[in-house]
Structures are given as structure tokens and as C-alpha cells.
């Protein structure tokens, strides 16, 4: 389970980041977006440890490339 905190596009690439307790899932999400045919040049910017409360987190970046169709409603 990943929690996304900030979506944001900067020209062409889309930055994501968010947070996770399993560093599994990261890759899991990271995995899932290489993999898409909605997605392009998928790189991890960052992961790091850290504390919210009393969990402990992890805080990810990754950016992509979203590739989009035109004249799809899809």
C-alpha cells in the first residue's frame, strides 16, 4: 500500500511522490508503471526512511513520462 502525496507535471515528466511502510510496494508501484503502456522513462528519484507519528516510512520520489493518446476518452 502506497499513499501519494503530490502528483505534479513539469513539462512532458510527472513527479510522484508519496509514502509507503513496505519498500515492496514501492517497487511494486514502480513495477506496475514500467510496465504500462501509459508510461515512459520511469526512474526512481529518491527513497528514504522516515518517521510520521509513531510509524516508521518510507518517502519516495519517481518520475515519469505519461504518454498521451489523442481522441481517446480512455
Given at each position: 500500500?502506497?499513499?501519494?502525496?503530490k502528483l505534479q507535471l513539469?513539462?512532458?515528466?510527472l513527479?510522484?511522490?508519496?509514502a509507503s511502510q513496505d519498500t515492496q510496494a514501492v517497487?511494486?508501484?514502480?513495477?506496475?508503471?514500467e510496465g504500462s503502456k501509459r508510461f515512459r522513462e520511469t526512474t526512481f528519484v529518491y527513497t528514504q526512511r522516515a518517521t510520521r507519528g509513531a510509524a516508521s516510512v518510507f518517502i519516495f520520489e519517481i518520475s515519469t513520462t505519461?504518454?498521451?493518446?489523442?481522441?481517446?476518452?480512455?
Open positions: 500500500e502506497v499513499w501519494l502525496t513539469h513539462g512532458g515528466s513527479q510522484l511522490v508519496g517497487a511494486n508501484l514502480m513495477a506496475s508503471l505519461p504518454i498521451l493518446q489523442e481522441g481517446h476518452d480512455s
